[in-house]
């Protein structure tokens, strides 16, 4: 009898700990798929048959979610090994295959003026000051926001537009303070 005892008991302290390794096992943070996302965009960018391909890349959680335009069913592919060697769990390659170059690329000055007018028109954006500027389809975002939330929503907004290669985010998160005491915000 004492023997079965301790076989329970052992048994489940044996579950216990299984369960507590698994609670501890956390997904990778933020921080990690920031950057994950900007190594696998350089490699990308290095890449010689890609270099000239739209491919963005967004890291949520380990997962990748490729989008854009390569001009061949290889050069989609060989996306996705890149991503993968960079430690990722899983690719959702949503590349399409078609080259741009026929259609022809939006000017720079066409893909600053699009995505300015867009962050004017976006209700949660309105009011900041993000400066915009695009080199060779490659959008840089400065300027400072009041949320995690408003950079992102900037960075995904300027990533669906047209004519944008890659996004380089250098927006800053600064909370507004809080009005003096005694002073009531209108």
């Not at 991503?83 to 170059?101: C, F, H, I, M, P």
């Not at 939006?106 to 962050?119: G, H, K, L, M, N």
């Not at 949320?147 to 996004?167: C, L, N, P």
């Amino acid at each position: 009898m004492r023997r079965d005892k301790v076989g329970l008991r052992l048994g489940i302290a044996i579950t216990l700990a299984m369960a507590g390794g698994l609670a501890w096992a956390e997904p990778p943070s933020s921080t990690d798929d920031l950057k994950a996302e900007k190594q696998v965009q350089a490699d990308l960018q290095k890449d010689s048959d890609l270099e000239d391909n739209t491919i963005d890349v967004w890291i949520s959680h380990g997962v990748a979610t490729l989008t854009g335009t390569v001009d061949t069913r290889a050069e989609r592919a060989k996306a996705a090994r890149i991503t993968r060697a960079e430690g990722v769990a899983r690719v959702d390659n949503q590349l399409k295959v078609g080259s741009k170059k026929a259609t022809g690329t939006a000017p720079d000055e066409a893909v600053t003026a699009d995505v300015s007018a867009q962050y004017q028109r976006d209700d949660t954006l309105r009011h900041t000051d993000i400066g915009v500027t695009t080199t060779s389809g490659v959008v840089t975002l400065d300027g400072n926001v009041q949320s995690e939330d408003e950079r992102q929503r900037a960075i995904d907004i300027a990533r669906r537009s047209t004519g944008v290669k890659q996004v380089e985010d250098k927006l800053q998160v600064i909370e507004a303070s809080p009005p003096p005491l005694g002073v009531v915000p209108k």
